[in-house]
């Protein structure tokens, strides 16, 4: 729709001020308080309340104390993204380009797996990569693994739990990137004498990349909060940094700490994220 | 050979098919485990057939209890997300308003925040205003409406800014009054995208697990049941209702879809 037809007047004011108001109480003013809880005196507690003493050292002695389990996140959380952006282009690719009638159907079929419950389908993954499950004996028949080798609770069945969780995030926004491209494009760069190789890194590849960063940032960042996969497919030598924020808060009802945790967290996907937007040339897209 | 030819010709749509394929290994075993006959609790794997837990899916009554919970959060946060959420989408495609932009930014930003620190700054928030002793029902309703209004604006958004406004000039050349041409014309038009935002948020807010951990107090929500039931042991039955939950939202969608065909062949 155009910009012209948007009518001006109070109409536009009223419609957008409840779901605004919900979003400033419950979104916005909780960051001031949990940027506020991370600055209180730790020697309080939960029950007889945090003095607001500005103690920024809380951040220097999580850091200390926590910095495996940060670390631990943002790195499986880059390698399920990777991961998600070869399978979910290939997937994407195919549903744009060669599904023809049933670019629907297989749309549907992309997101339908999701619709089981999170925890059911990675329990699922513990029973598929169990010590006695087909996977891990087959590998062990072809002596990719040893016989006491196993691939639950290794960093390697997180990162592909994460992988699966989260694939569709990746591949309905490289869809709609690749979708868009005009395939008469691409042949013309076969006219002209582009093998499919230099075609695609030339022509489709360029084309999409709205699509990939708007899907790996979709990906990466609720992959570095999640700690389901951590507890189900891992070990507790894998702790990630959700499980450590998760407990601090519920268990050892130390607020500040897990606080100061959080906004680590968040300062850190944030900084990250406009470092590789700014590397990949689309700021327009924030 | 011309079966490797045309395995050559389609490998990109039977890689993508087989990307596809493995995305539902998980929902075979889970449909699977909810035929099992467990030989011991804490050990999961598949011992026997069994209608079992389909008949008495609600063994556990607390299971139940949970699956109530989530539900009635699930139906009430869906309801509230999806009326704020249409309504602002309306706003941000049909009108002009200052803050128009910064209102973009607000909707867009808790789709990019982890839900670890949307849930942990929720839950300072509800402890500085000192209901930390009510955590519950309405804090989870709280958190789940937060979390999936975005979803409904960006859906709803997207239909509405992808409508042809012709049929509604017609209807206003043709002496339809304002509320007259929104409900006869654009409201129907829109209300696919309403019921598909409607649709994602219930799904959102009842598979939720990180956010409503934090607020919950002592409710105890379905994914939550999953996960303290995790450590003992899970029943079977959890895989049955994973099943359910697989059945249904396919059987809506294809309905829809069927629905949206008929429709369009009727016009053409």
Known sequence: ?286 | MPAARWVREHLVLLLGLAVLAYTFVPIAVVVLMSFNDPAARNVYSFDGFTLHNWADICEDPSMCKALGLSFRIGLLSTLVATTLGTLAAFALVRHDFIGRSSANLLIFLPMAAPEIVMGSSLLTLFVASGASGHLGFWTIFIAHVMFCLSFVVVTVRSRLAGMDDTLEQAAADLYATPSQTFWRVTFPLVFPGILGAALLSFSLSFDDFIVTNLNSGNSTTFPMYVWGAYRVGVPMQVNVIGTIMFVVSIAIVVIGELNSRRRSRALA
């Not at chain 1, 943002?74 to 390698?79: F, N, V």
């Not at chain 1, 702790?239 to 945790?261: K, T, Y």
Request: hydrophobic share 55%; net charge positive; glycine share 6%.
């Open chain 1, 1 to 286: 729709m155009a910009a012209g037809v948007r009518r001006r007047g109070k109409v536009g004011y009223l419609l957008m001020v409840p779901a605004t108001l919900w979003l400033l109480v419950f979104f916005v003013v909780p960051f001031y308080s949990l940027v506020a809880t991370s600055l209180f005196d730790p020697s309080g507690s939960d029950f007889r309340g945090y003095d607001m003493t500005y103690h920024w050292q809380n951040y220097a002695d999580v850091l200390q104390a926590y910095w495996r389990p940060f670390l631990r996140s943002i790195w499986y959380a880059a390698l399920a993204t990777l991961i998600c952006l070869v399978l979910g282009y290939v997937l994407a690719y195919a549903i744009a380009f060669k599904a023809g009638r049933w670019k629907n159907l297989l749309l549907v079929l992309v997101i339908a797996p999701f619709f089981t419950s999170f925890l059911v389908r990675t329990l699922s993954w513990q029973l598929i990569l169990s010590d006695h499950g087909w996977v891990v004996r087959s590998l062990q028949f072809v002596h990719l693994l040893g016989p006491e080798d196993r691939l639950l609770a290794t960093p390697a069945a997180i990162v592909a739990g994460l992988a699966y969780n989260f694939l569709p995030f990746m591949v309905l926004p490289l869809f709609a990137s690749i979708d868009k491209i005009d395939p008469r494009l691409v042949e013309a760069s076969s006219d002209l004498y582009a093998n499919p190789f230099v075609g695609f890194f030339k022509v489709t590849w360029p084309l999409s990349l709205p699509g990939v960063v708007s899907g790996t940032l979709l990906t990466f960042i609720p992959a570095a909060g999640d700690y389901i996969n951590a507890e189900f497919l891992g070990s507790t030598n894998q702790r990630v940094i959700g499980n450590v924020i998760q407990g601090q808060f519920v268990d050892a009802n130390n607020a500040p700490v897990a606080a100061s945790l959080s906004v680590l967290l968040m300062l850190i996907i944030v900084a990250m994220v406009l470092v590789y937007v700014r590397r990949a040339g689309t700021e327009e897209l924030l």
